[in-house]
């Protein structure tokens, strides 16, 4: 596990972005795995800049998405597919139909969710995997539990998610409770794995997942198991952190 501390939210996104447009270059026609969330939202940003002055092409990106919630249609404002179009694909020049967010309106989940990994294999998995941090230490929409899951599936939102999502909707009885999100599993098997986090309120679960021990209770820490994963956080998000990076 690579640890990079940055000072703010800016520059994390820049340092982010900059792995993403290095695997473009090198890599034309990679496959992204992308998350949705404020975190991300900069590193987007820096990305779309690079498409509009002429020096990043995505005409041959794929890209597969962390989670959707489930009961939401991708047309829904709160959607993460309308996030991902809002956020980046409408500015960039992906082919939309190569870009995957797993359906929140599937009639039955265990079979999407085989759909969307197998999906992934075909694409020849994930080059590079984009993660937000829950406050839980929550990945993708893997809630701590008493034992890491394998595959994407349907999940059960914890209060503490469903609350700190509660700023995208107007009430808090709009914010859905459940999701179908890639396992700890599918998000394992990527070539690399990137994780961003910025902001005091995800202290306690950087420290946890960095130096805390391994355990489905902190869902991110299996990334300190992983052969190429780098941690990009800001000082606010490293506060709490007792070894020195
Ligand atoms: C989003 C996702 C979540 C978020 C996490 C952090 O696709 O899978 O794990 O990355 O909840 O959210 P923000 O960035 O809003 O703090």
Known sequence: MKVIIVKDYAQMSEVAAGHFIQLILEKPNAVLGLATGSTPIGTYENLVKEYKEGRLSFAHISSVNLDEYIGLEPTHPQSYRYFMNEQLFDHIDIDKSQTFVPSGMAKDFEVEGKAYDERIEVLGG??????????NGHIGFNEPDTFFSKGTGSVELTPSTIEANQRFFEKKEDVPTKAISMGVGSIFKAKKVLLIASGQAKAEAVREMIEGEVTPACPASILQFHSDATII?????????????
């Open 126 to 135: 994930i080059d590079l995997q984009l993660l937000g941090l829950g406050n």
């Open 233 to 245: 956080i800001d000082e606010a998000a490293a506060s709490l952190l007792e070894g020195s990076y």
